[in-house]
Nanobody, 121 residues
Framework: QVQLVESGGGLVQPGGSLRVSCAAS????????MGWYRQAPGKQRDLVAS???????NYADSVKGRFTISRDNAKNTVYLQMNSLTPEDTAVYYC???????????????WGQGTQVTVSS
């Protein structure tokens, strides 16, 4: 019904930058909030940042001032620009989208498959 495909993860040195993207496709009628979560080994999955369809954003305290979330509603795509990366940012990053599919009246959450971000020298 709905697929979320992430891209842009990889290995970066401390202090470097990386941008990850997530494109939603399928029988989409509309998308509400979109966001990025991350999960480090042995830890729970935590919210990194989110953005509403109107452009309002929310960030975890640990990434404020370093990460920027944005979205292109025409492309059903959400981006996460990550600057000043540290080893503590190393995790699998997951995309989330709250989607209403065609012929349905309610929204539900869909997850991407995850993309690895590793910050290491």
């Amino acid at each position: 019904q709905v697929q979320l495909v992430e891209s842009g993860g990889g290995l970066v040195q401390p202090g470097g930058s990386l941008r990850v993207s997530c494109a939603a496709s399928g029988s989409i009628s509309s998308i509400g909030i979109m966001g990025w979560y991350r999960q480090a080994p042995g830890k729970q999955r935590d919210l990194v940042a989110s953005v509403t369809s109107g452009g309002s954003t929310n960030y975890a305290d640990s990434v404020k001032g370093r990460f920027t979330i944005s979205r292109d509603n025409a492309k059903n795509t959400v981006y996460l620009q990550m600057n000043s990366l540290t080893p503590e940012d190393t995790a699998v990053y997951y995309c989330l989208a709250n989607v209403r599919i065609v012929s349905m009246s309610t929204f539900r959450n869909y997850w991407g498959q995850g993309t690895q971000v590793t910050v290491s020298s």
